[in-house]
Structures are given as C-alpha cells and as structure tokens.
C-alpha cells in the first residue's frame, strides 16, 4: 500500500514517518509493545504511528528517536530526503555536531562570527 494513501486524515509525511519508525523498529528485534513499553505508550498507539493514522508529536519524535537510539536528524532524514540536501542538512548537522564540541565559549562566538560573514557573502 502506498504511503500516500494509507489513510485520509494523515498525509504522506505522517505514512513516511511511520515507515521509517517501523523499519528501525524492526533493526532493532522490538515489538511494537516493546518499543511502546520505552516510551510510555500502548502498543496500539504504537501501531498507530507506524501506519501513519496519528501524527507524532514533537515530545513524542524525541523520545522516539531515543527510543530507537536515533537522532531525530537521522529519524527524519529519509521523510523528505531532497529538502537535506537542498539546504545542507547533513553538513549543517555535523557543523552543529562539532560546534557542540567546542568547549570554549570565545572560540563558539569566533566560530560563529566566521560563519555569519561568510553566510553574508
């Protein structure tokens, strides 16, 4: 079945998303009432998720992606693919990555400064 057409009340991301929260799911060897045990839920909301007949909320895509030991970044990398690299997603995420790791909050203000002229060229 279609990821577009599965149900009338949810659309094509919600289906993809679903898709990919299965698919991981399933690398993983849980159930979906072991996953729902992870995240607090049944295994029906699960289910439903998964389907794409309810939308994930923002709280519920981080506890997902912990869940699935993913970041939301890689969760949703494979919903709309072209939209990364269209605007540099998965160099902005190693970019965030390691700015994260700089320790010095001088250097970080330095870092950025850089990469604001830069944006601005």
Known sequence: MAAES????????DAALGDRIRRRRRELGLSQSALGARLGITFQQVQKYEN???RVSAT???KLSDALALTVSELLAEINPGA???DG???GAQLAAAFARIGSAD???AVLLLVEG???R
């Open 6 to 13: 599965r149900t009338p009340r949810s659309g094509a991301l």
């Open 52 to 54: 794409g007949a309810n």
């Open 60 to 62: 519920m895509l981080i």
């Open 84 to 86: 990364e690299k269209a």
């Open 89 to 91: 997603g998965d160099q």
């Open 107 to 109: 250097m970080r203000a």
């Open 118 to 120: 830069l944006a601005a």
